[in-house]
């Protein structure tokens, strides 16, 4: 049962195959078993690569399972379709065509699995990129926040520079009255007199602009700080909010991309090794010598093109015999006199019905 099954697989006749050797049952059997599991393979291949594209397993294996039998159909029909010939270079050109699409189907079947195979080496280049992608995503989000952040800062220490250089103003004025007081410095007299108390006036008056100064100031800074953390938290929000973009960055093409990145040369032998499973029922079948199969399905077609060539014949004499018959027979009722006056009297009755529907349609048109 197995055996009829690969024949079926390899596009063979069955029936033949049956009355062949069994050298001849046996390469077939091959063929057929190569083409089966090239479409195990494709759907295999198929099904991982539709699951990292949908996510969903039942999909990814629907989906597969329709390619695997669409493999399977294109590589039974190019095997099936290739027929042996007395000239191997005709046998090839022949088949060219099938080899071309071999080697395509190779390589659609090939590359997700290749994406399986090294997906550990695949997966560490994605998380460079994503780190790249991430520390990127940042600098660009910062560019957009960072010009009004610093804007926002240098009008805060403005603020704070201003309350700073009015406390060493204060300061200033209170080591002056100080001084004044204990005699080391402007009228060098030891006590309280009245330039003490100018002085000390001076100092009350600024200590007072700057405690104002200081409340007003609080609460510029204040505001600018709400409005900077605001800023900050816009900033914070856009990176989070572009991050799950960042690690979802593992799709079909962002791993075939990863895939190139790495060492060719694995990569090739892979492509190579499903090429020429690909293409081996066609080679095989190419460069087999004719057999007790082929001789027979040769001898089929032959019988086959020989009734039809009958045929064509057959009804080519049929219409000629007939067509010159025809030509007799006429030729004979032309001669006819019966015949002769019958057709000249319905003329007659012809010609005067149409002359008297013209003058009905004349009379009608002049009113």
């Known amino acids: 049962m197995v055996k009829e099954f690969f024949w079926m697989c390899s596009g063979a006749d069955t029936d033949l195959l049956q009355e062949s050797p069994k050298s001849e049952q046996i390469k077939y059997a091959g063929i057929g078993g190569t083409v089966f599991f090239t479409a195990i393979m494709a759907f295999v291949s198929s099904s991982y690569a539709l699951y990292t594209v949908f996510d969903n397993v039942y999909m990814a294996i629907l989906f597969g399972l329709i390619w695997g039998m669409l493999i399977f159909n294109l590589d039974r029909f190019i095997v099936g379709t290739i027929k042996k010939r007395d000239s191997f270079w005709k046998e090839f050109l022949q088949a060219s065509p099938r080899l071309i699409l071999a080697l395509i189907i190779a390589i659609v079947i090939s590359k997700p699995l290749e994406l399986k195979i090294f997906e550990k080496e695949i997966d560490r280049v994605l998380l460079e990129e994503k780190n790249n992608m991430t520390l990127l995503n940042q600098d660009q989000i910062a560019q957009q926040f960072t010009p009004e952040i610093e804007r926002v800062e240098a009008e805060i220490k403005s603020i704070q520079g201003t309350v700073t250089a009015k406390e060493i103003e204060v300061n200033d004025l209170y080591s002056t009255y100080i001084t004044e007081a204990e005699g080391t410095q402007g009228t060098m007299k030891l006590g309280k007199g009245p330039v003490y108390e100018e002085k000390r006036e001076k100092h009350d008056a600024q200590l007072k602009e700057l405690q104002q100064l200081k409340d007003s100031s609080a609460a510029k800074i204040a505001r600018k700080e709400i409005v900077l953390a605001n800023l900050r938290d816009k900033q914070k929000l856009q ?129």
């Open 239 to 367: 990176t989070a909010n572009s991050q799950p973009i960042i690690d979802g960055f593992d799709g079909l093409m962002a791993r075939i991309n990863a895939l190139d990145k790495l060492p060719a040369m694995p990569s090739l032998f892979i492509l190579l090794l499903f090429i020429a499973i690909e293409t081996a029922p066609v080679f095989a079948k190419i460069m087999a010598p004719k057999g007790a199969y082929d001789l027979k399905f040769e001898e089929q077609e032959d019988a086959l093109k020989v009734w039809v060539t009958q045929q064509k014949n057959q009804r080519a004499a049929v219409l000629d015999t007939d067509t010159s018959l025809n030509e007799k027979v006429y030729y004979d009722v032309a001669k006819d006199e019966e015949i002769y006056e019958y057709k000249k009297q319905k003329a007659k009755d012809l010609l005067k019905l149409q002359s008297d529907r013209f003058y009905k349609k004349q009379s009608d048109v002049l009113g």
